[in-house]
């Protein structure tokens, strides 16, 4: 049974910086892309962060853009994102997905993901 697991939320002040971990069990997904998305109370889940199987290709939202990064350790298993300069509106319940396809493109489209974690929750306050 596949799982993803994220960890590394929490509640954090405007202008600081949280890691997310995303460990994959049940599989490996070196071989697949991976993403980050996330979710605010009464929004609908949106896009924030892919990084293709290799990690030699990244995208992010605009409104994320210059402010997270987002990594991969595939000998782990593993797919990371690290949020800095962190503001109010950053919050929500942030997941992590891995497309069943194993290509070296990046998956922008939350729908196009396969395998989703259970989400942890960021509180950014002002």
């Known amino acids: 049974q596949v799982h993803l697991v994220e960890s590394g939320g929490g509640l954090v002040q405007a202008g600081g910086s949280l890691r997310l971990s995303c460990a994959a069990s049940g599989r490996t997904f070196r071989n697949n892309p991976m993403g980050w998305s996330r979710q605010a109370p009464g929004k609908e889940r949106e896009f924030v962060a892919a990084i293709s199987r290799s990690g030699s290709s990244t995208r992010y939202a605009d409104s994320v853009k210059g402010r997270f990064t987002i990594s991969r350790d595939n000998a782990k298993n593993t797919v990371y994102l690290q949020m800095a300069s962190l503001k109010p509106e950053d919050t929500a319940v942030y997941y992590c997905?891995?497309?069943?396809?194993?290509?070296?493109?990046?998956?922008?489209?939350?729908?196009?993901?396969?395998?989703w974690g259970q989400g942890t929750q960021v509180t950014v306050s002002s």
């Open positions: 997905a891995a497309d069943r396809r194993t290509h070296n493109a990046v998956v922008v489209t939350t729908n196009a993901y396969d395998y």
